[in-house]
Structures are given as C-alpha cells and as structure tokens.
C-alpha cells in the first residue's frame, strides 16, 4: 500500500483468501466497513498511529490471526470489528479508545484475556459473546453501561467485579457462563435486566445491603453475599 494512501475503503481486501500479512502506511487515518473481510489466511497487520478509526467488520472472520496491537491513535472499534477472529489470542486496545461497538470481539473462541481501557463508557451489545476461552477481563471505572449479551457463553469466565460506575447491566449478560462463581455488583447498578444469570449454576453475587442487586438476588433465588 502506497504512503499517499489516506483511507482503506469499503471491502478493499475483502476475501483475499491468500493474504497472509499486511503493513498499512502512515499515512492511513481510517479503515472503513469490512476491509479485510474473510482473510482467513491473514495472520498479521501492523496498524499505524495515524488510523483514528476501525470501522464495522473490519477483520470479520480473519481466522488466522493471532494477535493486533492497536495504537494510542485509534478512539473507536466498530460493530463485529473482530467477530470470529478464532484464532485471536491477545489484542491491547489503548486508553484512547471510548467505543466498543457490538459484536466487537464476538467469537473470538480463543481470547484468553482482555483489559478494558479507562475512556471506554459502554461496552456494545454482545462484544464478547462466545469469547469461550476467556478467563479474566477488567472493566474500567469509567464504563456505566453493559449492554445485553456482551459475555454470553464465556464459559471460563470465573469470576468479574463490576466497578461502581455501572448503573446498568442489561439482559443475558452472563448466561451460560457456566463457570462464573463470583461477581461483585456495586450499589450504583441500578437496573439489572432479565436472565442476566441464566445457566450459572454456581454463580454467587457479592453485593452491598438494601442495594438493588441484593433485591435482584433475593427475586431470581441467587445466592448472595453482602459485603
């Protein structure tokens, strides 16, 4: 890719079943919608500092690839940027990120851990359904809302602390997460929606007194402690 390349468009190496790896210019400041698409042999990339933006289903189904840095520059990852990257092991995503979009890392069956950064306020619909090898994520305390579905079947998700930002959790959060033993809900969270525990079996809710995920345990029959 040429240096006076500004914008990788829409679909531009979508499909390129033999691409393996690619080095994106500085000059580059988006990646628009899909733009490598269905690279299943795409093992690497190196993203520069000029790109501010990862737009939708940019590396859906990039089978193959292992691990991403994304640089300080990037503020924004888009819907399914990563859906099914099932070979995807690790990615840093830095603190000038705010958005994550929905399905963002869904599929990635073989994350195993993943650090939220601090800008980030509401984490999309569904961002790590699937994500099955996923033992440890840390949520900021700048996040408020968690949108529906978003660790729906992390089947090795152990444990989580929701940090006292967070007044919201929305539905089927964590169901099927079948390991799921403790989490820490703060008194902030003021509305949890329905079979946000469906499928957790062993799962106790670590929480304050007269809080609303005291109330929350005590109408689904969840075992709950107060802390």
């Known amino acids: 890719i040429p240096n006076s390349v500004t914008t990788i468009g829409n679909y531009a190496f979508a499909y390129c079943k033999s691409l393996k790896s690619i080095i994106i210019p500085n000059g580059v400041t988006s990646i628009k919608d899909a733009a490598f698409e269905g690279c299943f042999n795409l093992e690497s990339i190196i993203i520069p500092n000029s790109v501010t933006s990862i737009e939708n289903s940019v590396f859906y ?58 800008g980030v306020t509401s984490i999309g619909d569904r961002a790590f359904r699937y994500c099955k090898s996923l033992e440890s994520i840390i949520i900021p305390n700048s996040v408020t809302s968690i949108e529906n579905s978003v660790f729906y079947e992390c089947v090795s998700l152990k444990s989580i602390e929701i940090p006292n930002s967070v007044t919201s959790i929305g539905k089927c959060v964590f169901s099927y997460c079948e390991n799921l033993k403790s989490i820490t809900i703060p008194s902030s969270a003021t509305f949890i929606g329905d079979h ?12 304050n007194r007269n809080s609303y995920a005291e109330e929350y345990a005590k109408k689904n029959n969840i075992p709950y402690k107060i802390t």
């Not at 946000?196 to 809710?205: E, P, Q, T, Y």
């Open 196 to 207: 946000v525990f469906n499928k957790c079996a062993n799962v106790m809710i670590q929480c």
């Open 61 to 118: 189904r990039c089978e193959s690839l292992k691990s991403i840095i994304i640089p300080n520059s990037v503020t924004s990852i888009g819907e399914e940027a990563f859906l099914e990257c099932s070979s995807l092991e690790e990615i840093t995503i830095p603190n000038s990120v705010n958005f994550i979009g929905k399905y963002a890392f869904a599929g990635c069956k073989s994350l195993k851990s993943i650090i939220i950064p601090n």
